[in-house]
Each structure stands twice: as structure tokens, then as C-alpha cells.
């Protein structure tokens, strides 16, 4: 195992904690389950043709001349959702590298070359929530490409299959309430962004571990 991919494994699992304060928000509905689009959503088995959809180019190793971590913790009536690993890598490529990880999880990198692409320049590693961009340019992305390439739907009105009247949804920057376009929040290093739908959790995340 080389530096870079040793690197890659040692990444520490992050938690979900590193909060912020209480919630604080008026938000305090339950969101009735969807009757279609509810969670889980799994890495979908198209990372090529989605990376593509999302307006980025697929390569077939990593770039790290730009680097940046941004985190997303997605909680509906208050419980954690998991953002799944591999979203953004063909992980069936035999030049991508798998590793299980401490809590029985599996991470997915290690890539020095691919026959074909097989990486995007925004993906999951693991299933801690952290976005890495990794490109040849210093170009940051926004979470509505992470979205397409996960294939969950996100709009102003609606994450999933929940929409708003019916599912309070609220976002948050670092801790505080965004009310922009969440497409447009760009991933930047260090940025922490929360998706709340229905009843809030206890307390809203301003942070992630290591940031």
C-alpha cells in the first residue's frame, strides 16, 4: 500500500457530532413518509452517466491539487440519514480500491488508474457524510451536483420525496438557517451543511470533526 492510498484509509471516521447549539428552529412537525422517495437512498449503480449529468467530467484517477471537505448531515423527524460511500465512484472498477474500516463500514479509493473513468471530481469515500472535491483546478462545487449524482431529488420545495406544505424541510450553513437555493451552497473546505425534514434533532451541526 503506497502513502497516497494509506493516506486515503486513515482517513478518521467522523461522527455526527461536532454540534452546534439547540436547534432553535420552529420547526416541530413530524413528515408523514412519502409514498414514494423516502429514505434510504443508496449509492445508485450509474456513477459515470450521473457525474456527467451533474455538469462534471469523470476521470480515471484522483487529482488532489484542490482538496476541500464539506460535510452533510441529512436528518428526517430527527433521525440521521445515512450518506451512502462510493456515490460518485464506480466502485466495480478493479482500479478502485475497497478497505472495511473500523465500524464494519467499507471505504472506497486508492485509485491510481483506471482503464476507463471511474471517479468523479465530487464523491464519497466513506459514509461519514464528508463531499471531497478533488480536481486539477481549483473549481468547488455545489450540492445540487452532489444530489444529482446521488440521485435524490432537491429543489427549493422538496429533498427526496418530501415537499414542503406537507414536510417542514429546513437547511442549515454552519449552524444557521439558509433559506437560498440549497443547489446553489457551494462545498467548500470545512463547511458543514444540515438538511432537516420534519420534527428537528436535538441539536443542529455548525461543525464536523477535524474542522
Request: glycine content about 10%; overall charge neutral; aromatic content about 6%.
Amino acid at each position: 500500500m503506497g502513502p497516497r492510498l494509506a493516506a486515503l484509509f486513515l482517513f478518521p471516521v467522523l461522527a455526527l457530532a461536532g454540534c452546534g447549539g439547540k436547534s432553535g428552529s420552529k420547526q416541530s412537525s413530524s413528515a408523514p413518509r412519502p409514498a414514494t422517495g423516502a429514505p434510504p437512498w443508496p449509492a445508485p449503480p450509474n456513477p459515470m452517466e450521473l457525474t456527467r449529468k451533474a455538469g462534471l467530467v469523470p476521470e480515471r484517477a484522483e487529482f488532489l491539487q484542490y482538496h476541500v471537505h464539506a460535510h452533510l448531515d441529512v436528518f428526517v423527524n430527527g433521525k440521521p440519514i445515512r450518506v451512502p460511500a462510493g456515490i460518485g465512484i464506480n466502485i466495480k472498477d478493479p482500479g478502485v480500491t475497497s478497505a472495511k474500516l473500523a465500524d464494519g463500514s467499507t471505504s472506497y479509493g486508492g485509485i491510481e488508474l483506471c482503464r476507463r473513468v471511474c471517479i468523479s471530481p465530487l464523491h464519497t469515500h466513506d459514509d461519514t457524510g464528508v463531499l471531497h472535491t478533488e480536481t486539477k483546478t481549483v473549481q468547488p462545487n455545489r450540492l445540487g451536483q452532489f444530489f444529482t449524482e446521488w440521485a435524490v431529488r432537491l429543489t427549493p420545495e422538496c429533498v427526496g420525496g418530501y415537499c414542503r406544505p406537507e414536510a417542514p424541510i429546513a437547511i442549515y450553513v454552519d449552524g444557521q438557517a439558509n433559506d437560498g437555493d440549497p443547489r446553489e451552497i457551494e462545498l467548500s473546505d470545512g463547511k458543514e451543511i444540515a438538511i432537516v425534514i420534519g420534527a428537528p434533532p436535538s441539536s443542529i451541526p455548525s461543525t464536523f470533526p477535524g474542522y
